[in-house]
């Protein structure tokens, strides 16, 4: 069964820290892996989409990577601020990259 | 910058009661999605749309459910007999239908059944 797993839970940091999301999958045929950010009540919003032959893509602070013969990536977020309170949501495409398998998210809190 | 918007952001209804969801896509756009996301839980896909028909769905998406775009912009997803379970957040999301296209999300229609 296609699925996305995600850890940790939630996550609470203090503003300015870095931390790493993590995100291991089992969806097959692989065609890319997204990392999207929730607000509370709003739409998800891409950060980065990477394809099977990438293994790192920077976005801002945001900074993924992906490992895909072990079917795991990682999101890493430089120098935390309070607006990156959100839930950090994994999510891969399994063909022609159309329909999205989401994982659970990450609920991330930074604190001042 | 161009968005997907929706209508509305909150729908309270009556549980056997048919619902409409409303979505304007952004123009260029040509695959359209609806998801939805029980409070608490993941995002789950529903169905796909392209072509003015449905390209691929889930099996959340029984008889119950229903898309269309009628008139070139708006792309509508019907509920005809609501149940209690279909509380939830519905988004509406679109790309250019490119394999690694970024998918854009609306701010999405919480839906209320009573």
Known sequence: KNQVEQSPQSLIILEGKNCTLQCNYTVSPFSNLRWYKQDTGRGPVSLTIMTFSENTKSNGRYTATLDADTKQSSLHITASQLSDSASYICVVSGRYGNKLVFGAGTILRVKS | EPEVTQTPSHQVTQMGQEV???????????????????????????????????????????????????????????????????????????????????????????????
């Open chain 2, 20 to 114: 409409i969801l409303r979505c304007v896509p952004i123009s260029n756009h040509l695959y359209f999605y609806w998801y939805r996301q029980i409070l608490g839980q993941k995002v789950e896909f529903l169905v796909s749309f392209y072509n003015n028909e449905i390209s691929e769905k889930s099996e959340i998406f029984d008889d119950q459910f229903s898309v269309e775009r009628p008139d070139g912009s708006n792309f509508t997803l019907k509920i005809r007999s609501t149940k209690l379970e279909d509380s939830a957040m519905y988004f509406c999301a679109g790309d250019t239908g490119t394999s690694y296209g970024e998918q854009f999300f609306g701010p999405g229609t919480r839906l209320t059944v009573l």
